[in-house]
């Protein structure tokens, strides 16, 4: 079983920066997924693709809006994965999920996801 735990949300004014953490632990085994990714889900809205990373090549993939202001990235050592934001505007408040894929898919799509964290929240005030 994987386990992911995220942390770094809270509250910022907009144009400011915020780094989320999302640690795995694999009860029994080596952590070894094909993929991680954020997602994000405002009030009222379905979860949408943020970035996702490939855990052993590193290559990323960013959804528009958020390209040039997020980096994704990871430490493999950790087994954490990680979300650089920068110039945090109002529209990305929203709670931040950290997932896991163990095989080869979509990565912009959740339903390839196999694990999923509690969520983390990101409220950015104007």
């Known amino acids: 079983q994987v386990q992911l735990v995220e942390s770094g949300g809270g509250l910022v004014q907009a144009g400011g920066s915020l780094r989320l953490s999302c640690a795995a632990s694999?009860?029994?085994?080596?952590?070894?997924?094909?993929?991680m990714a954020w997602f994000r889900q405002a009030p009222g809205n379905e979860r949408e693709f943020v970035a996702a990373?490939?855990?052993?090549?590193?290559?990323?993939l960013q959804t528009d809006s958020v390209k040039g202001r997020f980096t994704i990235s990871r430490d493999n050592a950790k087994n954490t994965v990680y979300l650089q934001m920068n110039s945090l505007k109002p529209e990305d408040t929203a709670v931040y999920y950290c997932?896991?894929?163990?095989?080869?898919?979509?990565?912009?799509?959740?339903?390839?996801?196999?694990?999923w964290g509690q969520g983390t929240q990101v409220t950015v005030s104007s």
């Open positions: 997932a896991a894929a163990s095989k080869y898919g979509r990565t912009w799509s959740r339903l390839e996801y196999d694990y």
């Open positions: 694999a009860s029994g085994r080596t952590f070894s997924p094909y993929a």
């Open positions: 990373i490939n855990w052993s090549g590193g290559n990323t």
